[in-house]
């Protein structure tokens, strides 16, 4: 029998609007932000490399026929229901791990095309996220138990996150995962190719505050909410019989590298940490030098419309000061040449970590550390996974610091110490 899928579309009024976000009504000619005049350039890398952010990489995140940023949503739903009506046809003839496969891609096709919308109560951005969460239900259901949803209180806010069960009798160590700020819980883990459950650790994946379905809840980023929502989670979870509450682990890609590594300053439950993707240092490479499409989704995720007060905000989302808090073992990876993290930036705040450590830079890379040559073609989350696997079983000892430059002609992370990462140390890796 055909399974069906029951998409739960949200009952929204039409076009009803922020009154604080700006319209092209009437004649103004008022911007939210200062590079918004920045348009025509967005969408024209949009049309020619095909990405909207990190234009140093030669791959498309978006396909041909996306030419403009306002076509993604559209164009995106059209690519994800494609592969929905394949995954469906797959679910019915019982092929269920083809089916997981198809769902997930149709899933990461909706999530893009939702999230290039940032305006509340947008009804196209509801109905494409409603799609995607009802193809990650037939996912759960396809899992034999192995994903569940999780759903918590926490300051007045319903908050969401996807646990992923590693198999096996016993409790077992338990990961938070924070994904970035273009990401939602959905993204990661792949819930086939799960990189924590196969090394026998759990993993759940929150929508902290400004992230996927809390968007759409208007539970709005500060400067140091999204931490104290990582510890709500925690709490909802650490007292499962089948969690190990004596190692509990944070990883974090992008801007889930910030948020993880500020949940494991606050939090003493966390017995080591391991993020990518850099944003570790100040934000203004971010948001002021970077696309403007970061700034315009971050303050639709903070819900502010003035930029002067997002500024005033960005100050805060340092982690100079709360380095000196991470005790547990730390892995910080880097790409050498990210433009939204500057490597100098990074490494003071390594120095500033008190607990045993590693730092990693990535040679000629930039921010997204996946399909990395020097990795041997692999992403990064495997290797984060083993680093927590080691740190979580006591293989990391106290005063542990390590530096590696993971070279281009290298053996990844298992080189030896760097000399250096500038010039004139770095000289005899370059000559």
């Keep these: ?16 609007r922020n009154p604080a976000m700006l319209r092209n009504t009437d004649l103004s000619m008022a911007q939210e932000r200062q590079r918004d005049n920045q348009q025509w350039m967005l969408d024209w890398m949009i049309k020619t490399t095909g990405r909207e952010q990190n234009f140093q ?73 409603d799609r995607m969460s009802a193809c990650y239900d037939r996912i759960i259901e396809l899992s034999d138990g192995r994903i569940e949803r999780v759903e918590i209180d926490w300051a007045g806010n319903r908050m969401s996150g996807l646990l992923h069960l590693a198999p096996g009798p016993g409790p077992a160590p338990l990961v938070l995962f924070c994904p970035g700020m273009d990401m939602s819980k959905e993204a990661q883990p792949h819930p086939v190719d799960n990189v924590f459950t196969s090394r026998g650790m759990h993993v759940l994946s929150i929508d902290g505050p400004g992230q996927g379905v809390s968007n759409l809840r208007k539970v709005r ?55 990518a993707a850099a944003t570790y240092g100040s934000k203004r490479p971010l948001f002021q030098l970077a696309s403007p499409r970061f700034k315009q989704i971050f303050m639709y995720m903070a819900g502010i419309h003035d930029e002067e007060e997002f500024n005033e905000l960005a100050t805060q989302l340092g982690l100079v000061d709360q380095a000196a808090a991470i005790t547990c073992p730390s892995l910080q990876v880097i790409g050498e040449y990210d433009p939204l993290c500057y490597l100098e ?42 680093w927590l696997w080691d740190a979580l079983h006591g293989r990391i000892p106290e005063g542990h610091a390590k530096e590696v430059l993971i070279r281009q002609d290298g053996v990844g992370p298992y080189d030896d110490q760097v000399p250096g990462y500038w010039l004139p140390e770095r000289a005899p890796l370059l000559e």
Excluded: C
């Design 1 to 16: 029998m055909a399974h069906r899928i029951e998409y739960k579309v949200s009952a929204l009024p039409r076009r009803r």
């Design 221 to 275: 980023v500060t400067a140091d909410n999204y931490e104290q929502a990582g510890s709500a989670f925690l709490d909802a979870v650490v007292e499962r019989d089948d969690v190990d509450a004596g190692r509990i682990a944070v990883s974090g890609f992008s801007m889930g590298s910030h948020w993880g590594s500020r949940i494991a300053a606050r939090d003493d439950r966390v017995k080591a940490v391991a993020t």
């Design 345 to 386: 930036d990074a490494y003071e705040v390594y120095q500033r970590i008190t607990g045993p450590k590693e730092f990693w830079v990535i040679e000629n890379d930039f921010h997204v550390p996946l399909d990395i040559p020097n990795l041997g073609g692999l992403d990064v989350y495997p290797f984060l996974a083993d």
């Design 57 to 129: 990489y030669d791959g498309r995140r978006f396909p041909e026929d996306a030419k403009t940023y306002r076509m993604i949503p559209r164009v995106m739903f059209k690519h994800g229901a494609k592969k929905e009506r394949i995954a469906r046809a797959a679910d019915e003839r019982s092929h269920a791990q083809t089916a997981i496969r198809l769902y997930y891609e149709a899933v990461e096709d909706y999530r893009h095309g939702q999230h290039a919308i940032f305006e509340d109560d947008n009804p196209e951005k509801q109905y494409i996220h």
